[in-house]
């Protein structure tokens, strides 16, 4: 793919810093996009119609397009904000720990701060990972862990948000169509909100340590004889006659608890902006909420440059990254979803303009990768003591290519990465025991039976366990063997 290839881009007027190298760039997006508005509202991002901020609704009603919160710019100074972020570490008050309402006046949309839920969430470590950058080929790697959050993935980040939005709608019940890991997430935060969870996930495919999270959290957990887009389908049409509200990332208030995960990582940074963050998608819902983040960053004079968001979607799940390849500027050719990371099992994203937006104003990229290389990249972040889900493991295997490979888009060993891990090793442990023994295979599912038994993978990085006879010479053996082997 070039840029070439895909339709211009009107240039956005910066309130603040325009970048020149926009200027020249040809991407997908052909619209504006001014951050702050002068009242708190639901705003459209095509036709920029605004809806009440207290309006249940997913999408605009002029056009039907997807709404972002917009809000005024913070009265004060990007300096003052980041010291009060950074105070707030000390305190001792729940709201001022949370890792997400630790940045709450970017979420300016609750009225009292007696309306706000907290776990806590967020706080999540930037791990070095020496063995995952040489195996890129780049001098240094960081991965900022979101899987370090109380329910193991990034999704508590927007849940609570979305959470706290819902009480202050008064709902009663929640819902959502997921892979898992939304599915975890709203468990555990509507039942500590005391609203009903619903979730829908496919009958097929969810990993047993996802379901029997939702399971745990008192979730009424619908397996629906479909894929993920078919779930998301119904209960757009259901929510509304039900009046149950949604927390997919359709959701506006979700995104916007999603941005902290950015505005942490830059804190983390000393607000020195990397050069590239790297992250998966899936439903595009996080790398929408990191552009809006950085956009606001930006705008705040937070932001040393403009970190390229690279998208990595699995090849088998990549409508984004087939319409950024395609050229085609305005529509999204869904697919029918095939991977094994089923975090990212999806071929209708709700979310890909805003995260199409996001890939543009930052000069970004969107890219796939296949069932090998994920799985290699997975076994290596283990070898760092990291550990993450499949899906996470999309973004070393992009990087290690992109550093390789003589692609339009090249990564120098020099820039500084950062690439976001979603979810927790935990999160899908049948996995990785299939890769270390050598078993895993590209075995494709439709709803309910195995289509196609596919080629089995390479294990490069096998870490078999090895069954020894209970004595001491064979375990002094066994041992040896592997002490030998360090020299
Ligand atoms: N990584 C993990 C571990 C995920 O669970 C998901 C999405 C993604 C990446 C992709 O993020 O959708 O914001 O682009 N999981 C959703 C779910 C769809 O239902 O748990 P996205």
Same mark, same amino acid.
């Given at each position: 793919m070039t840029r070439d290839e895909i339709s211009p881009l009107a240039i956005d007027e910066h309130a603040s810093g325009s970048d020149e190298s926009n200027l020249s760039r040809r991407a997908m997006m052909t619209r504006p996009w001014h951050p702050w508005h002068s009242e708190r509202v639901l705003r459209c991002i095509t036709c920029q119609a605004v809806h009440p901020? @207290? !309006?249940?609704?997913? @999408? #605009?009603?002029? #056009?039907g397009d997807l709404l972002d919160v917009a809000f005024p710019r913070p009265t004060e100074t990007g300096a003052a904000l980041a010291a009060t972020f950074r105070a707030r @570490?000390?305190? !001792?008050n729940p709201i001022d720990r949370s890792g997400v309402w630790r940045f709450r006046e970017l979420l300016p949309?609750? !009225?009292?701060?007696?309306q706000i839920v907290t776990y806590p969430e967020g706080n999540t470590p930037l791990l070095e990972a020496p063995k995952s950058a040489g195996y890129a080929g780049l001098r240094r790697l960081r991965f900022k862990h979101l899987g370090f959050n109380p329910t193991g993935s990034f999704k508590d980040y927007g849940m609570v948000t979305g959470v706290t939005q819902a009480r202050i709608l008064g709902m009663r019940a929640v819902a959502c169509a997921s892979t898992g890991n939304t599915s975890a997430s709203l468990g555990a935060y509507a039942a500590r909100a005391g609203l009903l969870p619903i979730v829908l996930v496919p009958e097929t495919g969810v990993s047993f340590a996802k379901l029997s999270q939702s399971l745990d959290y008192g979730a009424l957990t619908l397996m629906v004889r479909g894929d993920f887009d078919v779930a998301q389908a119904l209960l757009r049409k259901l929510a509304p006659r039900l009046g149950i509200y949604i927390l997919n990332s359709v959701n506006p208030f979700r995104l916007e608890g999603q941005k902290t995960v950015m505005i942490e990582l830059l804190e983390q940074l000393g607000w020195e902006a990397p050069d590239r963050i790297v992250v998966p998608g899936g439903n595009l819902g996080n790398s929408s909420s990191f552009g809006k983040a950085l956009r606001e960053l930006h705008d705040l004079g937070l932001l040393s440059k403009r970190p390229r968001i690279t998208i990595v979607q699995a090849r088998g799940a990549a409508p984004l990254s087939e319409a950024y390849e395609g050229g085609h500027s305005e529509t999204l050719v869904r697919v029918h979803a095939r991977t094994l990371a089923t975090a990212i099992k999806i071929g209708s994203p709700v979310s890909w303009k805003k995260a199409a937006r996001a890939v543009d104003w930052s000069d970004g990229w969107v890219m796939s990768v296949s069932e090998q290389e994920i799985a290699d990249a997975k076994a290596v972040i283990g070898q760092d003591g990291i550990g993450c889900e499949p899906a996470s493991a999309t973004t070393l295997a992009a990087i290690r290519r992109l550093a390789s490979e003589g692609t339009d888009e090249r990564i120098d060993p020099d820039e500084t990465i950062v690439a976001i891990l979603t979810g927790n090793v935990l999160k899908d442990p049948d996995y990785t025991i299939r890769y270390h023994q050598s078993s895993l295979f590209e075995e494709f599912r439709s709803e309910t039976i195995v289509t196609d038994h596919g080629r089995g993978l390479t294990s490069q990085f096998a870490n078999p366990p090895v069954v020894v006879d209970a004595t001491e010479e064979a375990l002094m053996a066994v041992i040896q063997e592997r002490l030998d082997t360090i020299g």
């Open positions: 901020l @207290r !309006d249940v609704i997913y @999408r #605009c009603g002029s #056009c @570490r000390m305190s !001792d949309f609750y !009225d009292n701060e007696a």
